[in-house]
C-alpha cells in the first residue's frame, strides 16, 4: 500500500500501471499479482488503506476532549498550501470519485469510506451532547455539513488552483458551525 | 450548446466526440467545427453556458427579500433524486472537475465559473447584511461555506450513489447556516 501511495504520488492515477507500482516496491511484481488480479484490485485494497490513515488518528487521540478530538478530525482533511505530496494524492481521491460514478467496485469502496468518515464526525458529536459539552443537534446531520464542506474545499483547491481552500473552510467551519455548537456551561 | 448538453447527457463526457454534438444539432458538424476548433474549445464554451444556466435565476428573480433569493440561489444546485438528466449532468461536471486538474483551459474556465457562483451567494449576503435582514458575517466566507458544501454533497449524490445528498444538505444549511444568520429585529 505504501508502495501503491508512492507510486500514485510520482504517477498520478491515469498514468498508473501495475509495472508503476512494482517499481516503487522492494519485492516483486509476482507479489502484487499473487495479491491482487486486476489493478481495479488492488486500488479499492488501497482506497480501504487510505480510509485507515484518515481515521487511525481518531484511536490514538489523547484527548477526550469532544472540541478537541472535532479539531484534530477536522484537520485530517486539510492540505496546507505548500503540501504537494497531499495534494497530489487528493487530485487522485477527486479522480476515483469521478471514475466512481461508473464503477462499482470504486462506488462501493469510497461509499463505505464516506459513510465511515461521517461515522467518526457523529461520534464525536454525539459524545459531546452527551458530556453536555454540544448543544442538541442531529449528529448525522452535522456532520454531512462539515464532512462535504471540507470535501468540496479540498476538491476546490487541488483542481481549481486554490492552495488556501481547506484552510480556510476549516476556520470558517470552526466559527459558523462548530463555535455555534458549544454551549457555555459546558466548557 | 443545447446540442452539447443533449449530447452530454446522452453519451457521457468520456465518451462524447464532436460526431455525437453533431448528430444532436439540427445544422452540420462544419458548422459546429467553424466555431470551434477543438473538443476542449467546445466545452470551454459550454462550462460557461452551463454558469448562465446557474445564474440566469438570479437576474429574474421577483424578489428583493434576501433570504428568498438565498434560498433560491441554494435550490440551484439540488438535483432531486430522481431528476436522471440533471445528475448526469453533475457527473459531468465532476469529470471536467477531475480533468481541470491537468487542463488549465478546463481550470480557469472552471474557477471563473466557481468565482461567479461565490460572487453571487456574497452578494446576497452583503445585501441582507445592509438590508439589516442577517447579522454581520464575512459574505465571501459563508458564500465559501455555503457552496462547498453543496458541492461536495452532489459530487456525493452522482458518484456515491447517495440521491438525497443535496436535498438533505439545503436543509441542514439552512437549519445551521442561514437561519443562524438571521437577526429578528430585521424580520
Excluded: W
Aim: net charge negative.
Amino acid at each position: 500500500m505504501e508502495a501503491t501511495y508512492r507510486a500514485l504520488c510520482a504517477h498520478g492515477y491515469a498514468n498508473l500501471t501495475m509495472q508503476g507500482i512494482a517499481d516503487e516496491f522492494e519485492k516483486s511484481k509476482s507479489l502484487i499479482h499473487y495479491h491482487y488480479d486486476t489493478k481495479e484490485e488492488l486500488f479499492v485494497a488501497f482506497l480501504e488503506y487510505l480510509l485507515d490513515r484518515y481515521t487511525e488518528g481518531v484511536e490514538v487521540s489523547e484527548t477526550d476532549d469532544p472540541l478537541d478530538r472535532l479539531e484534530e478530525f477536522l484537520d485530517v482533511f486539510v492540505v496546507a498550501p505548500d503540501d504537494e505530496d497531499a495534494a497530489s494524492l487528493v487530485v487522485d481521491v477527486v479522480e476515483f470519485r469521478s471514475q466512481a460514478a461508473h464503477n462499482e467496485a470504486y462506488r462501493e469502496q469510497l461509499a463505505s469510506n464516506y459513510e465511515a468518515i461521517l461515522d467518526v464526525f457523529a461520534g464525536i458529536i454525539e459524545d459531546g451532547i452527551k458530556a453536555g459539552v454540544f448543544r442538541e443537534v442531529d449528529p448525522r446531520r452535522t456532520a454531512e455539513l462539515l464532512f462535504a464542506a471540507l470535501d468540496g474545499a479540498r476538491n476546490r483547491q487541488v483542481t481549481l488552483d486554490a492552495p488556501e481552500a481547506t484552510t480556510t473552510m476549516r476556520e470558517t467551519l470552526m466559527e459558523q458551525v462548530v463555535e455555534p455548537l458549544l454551549l457555555e456551561e459546558g466548557r
